[in-house]
């Protein structure tokens, strides 16, 4: 089953307007979220992160959203640029595994000049 | 460049084939986690360390499939009698475990072609 959905496989953005990207989890054991930006042929980097204690967490241009009753998480990207197209990624996990990760399909970000 | 080092970048095999990957963490790393992906898909976990033990193995990871981490150091993951279904990108993590969650760090990946 899949624990961590990314519905939308891929998004186009404007260069200077909000990009914003979806996630939906069903394990309500979750208690830490994460988001990885992945290019062609690398690995996935880290980009930010939010605990279930929080439901928002900013970094630069960077924003997560967390609402927990709706089991959901959005990455805001203000303003987006071109360099910010990839694939993203959200991730969680949940006590005791040990930081195991469970990712969503993934969401391909194209930003346009 | 202190980051998640991974070898080789690709490989290409034939089947039936034995493989091994290294995977090198970051030193102060106390977690190692291997996970794989295929082409339009999340990376899904396979298994992962902490320090020298290997602590859980995902249903994923069949009998042909074996990991070590010698001294809690770098790790190795070994397939053997490889299958056209093992090509995909295995990718290794490593991070500092604390009670609460914490980020993991990707090495760049290796990238298994079974032909």
């Known amino acids: 089953d899949q624990q961590v959905k990314q519905n939308s496989p891929s998004l186009s953005v404007q260069e200077g307007r909000i990009s914003i990207l979806n996630c939906d989890y069903t394990?309500?054991?979750?208690?830490?979220f994460l988001w990885y930006k992945k290019y062609p042929a690398e690995g996935p980097t880290f980009l930010i992160s939010?605990?279930?204690?929080?439901d928002k967490n900013e970094d630069g241009r960077f924003t997560v959203f967390l609402n927990k009753s709706a089991k959901h998480l959005s990455l805001h990207i203000v303003p987006s640029q071109p360099g910010d197209s990839a694939v993203y990624f959200c991730?969680?996990?949940?006590?005791?595994?040990?930081?195991?990760?469970?990712f969503g399909q993934g969401t391909e970000l194209s930003v346009k000049p | 460049d202190t980051g998640v080092s991974q070898d080789p970048r690709h490989k290409i095999t034939k089947r039936g084939q034995n493989v091994t990957f290294r995977c090198d963490p970051i030193s102060e790393h106390n977690r190692l986690y291997w996970y794989r992906q295929t082409l339009g898909q999340g990376p899904e976990f396979l298994t992962y360390f902490q320090n020298e033990a290997q602590l859980e193995k995902s249903r994923l990871l069949s009998d042909r499939f074996s990991a070590e981490r010698p001294k809690g150091s770098f790790s190795t993951l070994e397939i053997q009698r490889t299958e056209q279904g093992d090509s995909a990108m295995y990718l290794c993590?490593?991070?500092?475990?604390?009670?609460?969650?914490?980020?993991?760090?990707f090495g760049q990946g290796t990238r298994l072609t079974v032909v």
């Open positions: 991730a969680a996990s949940r006590p005791g595994q040990g930081g195991k990760l469970i």
């Open positions: 993590a490593s991070s500092f475990g604390t009670v609460r969650g914490t980020e993991a760090f």
């Open positions: 394990n309500s054991m979750f208690d830490y």
């Open positions: 939010i605990s279930s204690i929080k």
